[in-house]
């Protein structure tokens, strides 16, 4: 693991250009707009949620698994690999490569089947249709495709360290901290390097609880924000970008209704071929071959 984020992988293989994503994406786009493609991506960051919540994982967890499932879908098409697939498979392998444990096949299979049921129903008609052997086989294409580069930086442990710099004021790493989480339902952790991520969300999180300079008499106060950014030395016009790019986010989900739109959405996505019945994927035959539902993926290759 690299000591920090510039000498990383994260750093040197996986920040993406913008035109590169928007490229890989036109196959998807053939048959989706782009606020429905955003969508889809709120909707299963939704559902990587869910998952880290039902196994009672960190979030810090779930924000990798959210991370690896965007560098999939940032090199290939939606039709390569079902996301309904895809989704689990990230939370199983970001359990183990953040340390919180290895997650039973059985229990990530049940969680998967209960939140699906429970939560989502009115995205999924059927239950959930994978098994053990099928996550198994898409961890493998995941680690081939993110060329086993593991290590993800996140944006709080900056956001963090620019709070204690500014002054500890817990509403603010609070307004702050729900931003950052809300960044894992768009691009921006493929696109900009996290520390930076970390000042957009504080500095939204500073203007909407409008932050005014201490007075006089207020010596333990935190400092005023607008002096605090005004020292900073970082490309302003690269935060404005993400700011403008989580209000974007803002925008859409203001008007989303997910329970009545997803399913139409769903609908229309790109799919592999559909998986092994129930009762073939239980069969003693659990080698991990090449499925059919991974053909796209081979194409694409």
């Excluded at 510039?6 to 998807?28: G, N, P, T, V």
């Excluded at 689990?88 to 444990?101: D, N, Q």
């Excluded at 960044?183 to 996290?194: F, G, N, S």
């Excluded at 607008?226 to 403008?244: C, G, M, N, Y």
Aim: hydrophobic share 40%; charged share 25%; net charge neutral.
């Amino acid at each position: 693991m690299a000591g920090n984020f510039w000498q990383s992988s994260h750093f040197h293989q996986w920040i993406l250009d913008k035109q590169d994503i928007i490229k890989e994406r036109q196959k998807d786009l053939k048959n989706l707009s782009e606020d429905d493609y955003w969508k889809i991506q709120i909707f299963f960051a939704n559902v990587i949620q869910a998952l880290g919540e039902q196994l009672k994982l960190r979030q810090q967890v779930i924000a990798t698994a959210t991370v690896y499932f965007k560098r999939f879908y940032a090199r290939y098409s939606l039709h390569c690999i079902d996301p309904v697939l895809m989704a689990p498979t990230c939370i199983f392998l970001a359990s183990k490569v953040e340390e919180f444990g290895v997650i039973s096949n059985s229990r990530l299979i049940t969680a998967a089947s209960t939140v699906f049921k429970n939560k989502f129903s009115y995205a999924f008609t059927k239950e959930f249709p994978y098994r053990v052997n099928h996550v198994l086989e898409c961890e493998f294409y995941l680690l081939e495709l993110m060329d086993c580069c593991l290590i993800v930086y996140h944006p709080y442990r900056a956001l963090v360290h620019y709070i204690q710099d500014m002054g500890p004021d817990e509403q603010l790493l609070q307004a702050s901290w729900k931003i950052v989480n809300d960044t894992y339902r768009t691009d921006l952790c493929l696109i900009y390097p996290p520390f930076m991520i970390a000042l957009a969300c504080l500095h939204m999180a500073c203007a909407i609880h409008q932050k005014e300079p201490p007075k006089e008499h207020q010596r333990d106060s935190p400092r005023d924000c607008r002096h605090w950014f005004a020292e900073l030395s970082v490309d302003l016009d690269k935060i404005l970008e993400i700011t403008r790019s989580i209000l974007r986010l803002y925008e859409i989900w203001q008007s989303y209704d997910e329970r009545t739109e997803i399913g139409p959405i769903l609908a229309k996505m790109p799919k592999p071929k559909s998986p092994p019945n129930n009762e073939e994927a239980s069969t003693s035959d659990h080698t991990l071959r090449p499925s059919g539902f991974y053909r796209g993926l081979k194409q694409d290759n």
